[in-house]
Nanobody, 120 residues
Framework: QVQLVASGGGLVEAGGSLRLSCGASGTFFSIGAMRWFRQAPGHSRELVAG???????DYADSVKGRFTISRVNANNTVYLQMNSLKPEDTAVYYCTAAATLHGGTTYTSWGQGTQVTVAS
């Protein structure tokens, strides 16, 4: 099993920055792709950014040039640096990790979510 714990959310004024972190722990063989999703009230969950174990990244168009995803494989942690924040970035942010367990089972683990609020 893999547990993900996200942190770093909070309240920030428009134009400000936040850095989210999400660490994976538990018993597993490896962690593959890690991603950040977000869900705003009244909206469906959307993919914000993803990063492979090799460091290849992809971003939603709405955050390109403002957000940067990174990871440290040694401690199975993914980060999301968010700059030039806008009120429309307000949402609960969730991290995910594609985990491979001993024995070969693979599944996607979800973190508990961290609230990001951007005041106008």
């Amino acid at each position: 099993q893999v547990q993900l714990v996200a942190s770093g959310g909070g309240l920030v004024e428009a134009g400000g920055s936040l850095r989210l972190s999400c660490g994976a722990s538990g018993t597993f063989f490896s962690i593959g792709a890690m991603r950040w999703f977000r869900q705003a009230p009244g909206h469906s969950r959307e993919l914000v950014a993803g990063i492979t174990r090799d460091g290849d990244t992809d971003y939603a168009d709405s955050v390109k040039g403002r957000f940067t995803i990174s990871r440290v494989n040694a401690n199975n942690t993914v980060y999301l640096q968010m700059n030039s924040l806008k009120p429309e970035d307000t949402a609960v942010y969730y991290c995910t990790a594609a985990a491979t367990l001993h024995g070969g089972t693979t599944y996607t683990s979800w973190g508990q979510g961290t609230q990001v609020t951007v005041a106008s």
